[in-house]
């Protein structure tokens, strides 16, 4: 890729040399802010969300994230117009996007229209920035947050407009291919995990030996299972436990169905104190945890170390009455039979916001194998997981050089380190980056509150 033929030096942090026929100038020449809220008006208009694919319409029957009591004082957008989340930037995944919608978004978020400018430019420059959370100069506070004023008065390098022009074009037409190679590998990962729930369910609905004599479980949803098997209900095999986390001493948790439970200081730098984590629930290795607005989407798993997690989970004991292999039933309720028992029992006002209360959960029934069974079942399906996780990973580490690769293009072209004015663009299929619901289940969204 060619360069410009002669550079000058410019001084801000984060670009030191521009082409010397670049303009710069201040953002206040560039960006308005616009205020306007919706008001009383907010059922008219889409609820939005900036998250890493862009500013999407908000998927509320998701359950994901918080929604204030009101939305009058959330902010009206417009295609073409920019929004920026200039707070807890190093823990914003996306702290950049620009609308192709009308809608809303949290006031949280400071909103600019654009003006002399190619919008998509100015886009493409601030999320090169934020790829590399370039911004850190201009933080203040520890909720390192960046003033309107001092973001107005940042600069930033304006190219001719045709050259703004160019430049969009060719990385419309780049990150498309790259988001067509995305997609797919995103479309294998699907298919593998497809794979594995299938083998998975086989598995725990019929036992090793496939073979193996049948009979009537009692349960018309569970239909046949093996004949040494038995159907129960759930509150035979685990009891809630309500331990809190008075003093705040214990570890904050995370858990998520891509990552696990880990702590949360993995997933943000942002520390919370000890008296927001007073009524926190404790949770010890070997427990079974469930998200409770999640159990539709099976989201149990068997505790692998100690700390505290959010009151909206419940924790539970294994019987002490019969054998229980927790990691068994993990992989009992994530499977698709028994989470469309969780859904049908769970309440609330829709399905992201139905919670599965203990003693419905308690009442369903599951599957109870033999102890020997319930260890061989979770020994294979724990190799079967690892072999599978390494072909996901894989798959993974292709997208993620992907994506270091359409970050890499980025900058180069709103930086002027290649001049791509010549490059011949062909026709092509315009693609924005899909959200993956089926495994990606950390949807980088921002946080939504208002300051």
């Not at 497809?194 to 193996?212: F, H, S």
């Amino acid at each position: 890729m060619a360069h410009y033929p002669s550079y000058k030096s410019i001084d801000l942090p984060w670009v030191k040399s521009i082409p010397t026929h670049w303009d710069i100038q201040r953002n206040k020449n560039i960006f308005t802010e616009k205020k306007d809220e919706v008001g009383e008006n907010s059922s008219e208009y889409t609820l939005l969300s900036l998250t890493t694919k862009g500013i999407i319409p908000r998927d509320v029957e998701s359950g994901k994230g918080k929604f204030p009591a009101s939305f009058d004082k959330y902010k009206v957008i417009k295609p073409g117009y920019m929004a920026f989340c200039l707070f807890d930037i190093d823990e914003t995944p996306r702290t950049v996007g620009l609308s192709e919608l009308d809608g809303m978004l949290t006031g949280a978020y400071t909103v600019f229209e654009t003006r002399g400018i190619n919008p998509k430019y100015a886009f493409y420059y601030y999320l090169a920035l934020d790829n590399e959370k370039a911004l850190k100069p201009l933080y203040t506070g520890l909720r390192k947050t960046i003033k309107t004023d001092t973001f107005l008065r940042t600069k930033m390098p304006v190219p001719p407009i045709n050259e703004q022009d160019a430049i969009v074009n060719y990385l419309d037409w780049k990150t498309s291919k790259i988001n067509k190679l995305i997609s797919s590998k995103r479309k294998q990962i699907s298919l593998i995990l497809e794979q594995r729930k299938t083998l998975i369910n086989d598995v725990i609905t019929r036992g090793l030996k496939q073979d193996a004599p049948l009979k009537d479980s009692g349960v018309f949803w569970l239909g046949d299972i093996p004949e040494l098997w038995s159907a129960i209900k759930i509150k035979y095999l685990f009891s809630e436990d309500n331990d809190r986390n008075i003093d705040g001493s214990a570890e904050l948790l995370s858990f998520s169905k891509k990552k696990g439970l880990v702590p949360f200081s993995e997933i943000s730098e942002k520390a919370p104190s000890a008296s927001d984590l007073s009524n926190y629930r404790i949770v010890h290795e070997g427990q079974l945890l469930e998200n409770r607005m999640q159990a539709w989407n099976g989201m149990f798993i068997r505790v692998n170390r100690s700390g505290c997690v959010s009151p909206d989970y419940s924790v539970f004991n294994a019987s002490a009455d019969r054998y229980v292999n927790v990691k068994f039933y993990e992989y009992v309720f994530r499977s698709p039979l028994q989470v469309e028992q969780f859904a049908n029992a769970s309440r609330g006002l829709g399905t992201g916001f139905n919670r599965l209360y203990t003693p419905a959960f308690g009442a369903i029934y599951t599957i109870y194998p033999p102890q020997i069974e319930q260890d061989a079942i979770v020994k294979y399906l724990d190799n079967l997981a690892q072999k599978f996780d390494v072909m996901i990973q894989k798959k993974e580490e292709q997208i993620e050089r992907l994506k270091e690769l359409k970050t890499l293009l980025i900058s180069d072209a709103v930086f002027g380190k290649v001049n791509v004015t010549g490059v011949h663009v062909p026709e092509y299929e315009y693609l924005t980056e899909e959200l993956d619901s089926d495994f990606d289940d950390d949807i980088e969204e921002t946080e939504e509150q208002e300051d």
